[in-house]
Every structure is written in C-alpha cells, then in structure tokens.
C-alpha cells in the first residue's frame, strides 16, 4: 500500500521559511516522479514544483527563485523548501507521486503566512 505522509507545516511571518518533507512507503520511490501542489481557501489545486525520477525540476512562476524541490531516494523523500514566504503562500499543500500508471496523494500539511 503506498502512503505520502507530509509534515513540516505550520505558522510562519511574512519573509520566513519552512522545509516540507513528505515520506513515502510501499513503493520503489526512485523510479516515480514528485510533485508538491498547495490550495488555497476558496481556490482550486495548483501545481508548485515536480521533480522527475531523474532529478528534473519544474516550477509554477509564482514561487521560481523562492522554493526549492528535492528528493533523498536513500531516505524515499521529497522536500520542498520554501523561502521569502508571502500571505499568498498560505495553502494547504499536497505531495504528489505519479509516474506508470499511479498517481497517488498525501493528506496535506497547512501552512500559514502572517504577521
């Protein structure tokens, strides 16, 4: 059975960080690719990075130069980085493995920008 637990959430100021985690089980984590998607209150899912099994990596505009997407496939893990947070960052945010076939979801982790 194949879970993506995220964590790292939580409360942050406008300019702050936070460092998503979203650890998966009961697959070959290598060979999937990644992605992190948040949604906001009232707004649909939205796409804020993809990293390919390979190590490609894809940004929506609105977070290029600010969140960084990685992966630890010894630790069968993506992160997500997330720097000069912003008000509008506030989302629940999503971790995503798809690739072959499957497309598979974490239950979400809430973060929260505001001073």
């Known amino acids: 059975q194949v879970q993506l637990v995220e964590s790292g959430g939580g409360l942050v100021t406008p300019g702050g960080s936070l460092r998503l985690s979203c650890a998966t089980s009961?697959?070959?984590?290598?060979?999937?690719?990644m992605g992190w998607y948040r949604q906001a209150p009232g707004k649909q899912r939205e796409l804020v990075a993809t990293i390919h099994s390979g190590g490609s990596t894809n940004y929506a505009d609105s977070v290029k130069g600010r969140f960084t997407i990685s992966r630890d496939n010894a630790k069968n893990t993506v992160y997500l980085q997330m720097n000069s947070l912003k008000p509008e960052d506030r989302a629940i945010y999503y971790c995503n493995l798809y690739g072959y076939g499957l497309n598979y979801w974490g239950q979400g982790t809430q973060v929260t920008v505001s001073s």
């Open positions: 009961g697959t070959i984590f290598r060979i999937y690719n």
